[in-house]
């Protein structure tokens, strides 16, 4: 049912917190196990980057990467609708889907990627190729997009779910 691996992946697009690098180790380990050895490569940047920093310069980081322009926030309806008023139906209906599969907000609207990513793996496969392909794939496009041009180091997370998209005959029914 649903995508492999979102879980442990979203964890890496929450705030850091200590347990950063096991969540890291986490999601490589899965993704290994799983067979999608491409997209846990893709973290191995990302993991190179985070033995070079302190918790502290990792937040710093998180906080102007993530919170400080909405070119690059992890809410998903921002890049799918902007201000529009059908970004409020959208977070509706996410939060509906949250509460269908017993998944807590945490702090951050409905749209954040991590509870996006958390829907991939729990919903069936037909839901979750239907979401992927009408909302989560393109705004994680133009997020990657974003990212890429400040050189930032999530954009291999990022990549390494794409490749998971690539890779599994859900996210192949979404194409």
């Not at 992946?9 to 490589?28: G, H, I, K, N």
Request: aromatic share 8%.
């Amino acid at each position: 049912m649903g995508l492999p691996c979102c879980l442990a992946l979203s964890r890496l697009f929450a705030y850091p917190q200590t347990s950063l690098v096991e969540d890291l180790q986490t999601a490589r380990n899965g993704l290994r196990q799983a067979g999608l050895h491409q997209a846990e490569e893709h973290l191995q940047p990302f993991a190179g980057d985070l033995t070079m920093r302190s918790l502290h310069e990792l937040q710093e980081r998180y906080t102007q990467t993530f919170d400080l322009t909405g070119d690059t926030t992890l809410e998903l309806g921002w890049h799918l609708f902007g201000e529009q008023y059908a970004r409020g139906i959208y977070l509706s209906k996410l939060r509906g889907m949250l509460a269908d599969h017993h998944i807590d907000e945490v702090g951050c609207l409905p749209d954040h990627l991590i509870h996006a990513l958390h829907l991939l793996e729990l919903l069936p496969d037909d839901a979750a190729a239907d979401f992927m392909a009408a909302c989560v794939q393109p705004a994680c496009t133009t997020l990657r997009t974003n990212l890429e041009k400040l050189q930032s180091p999530y954009i291999f997370p990022l990549d390494a779910f794409a490749s998971i998209c690539t890779a599994t005959p859900v996210a192949r029914a979404a194409s």
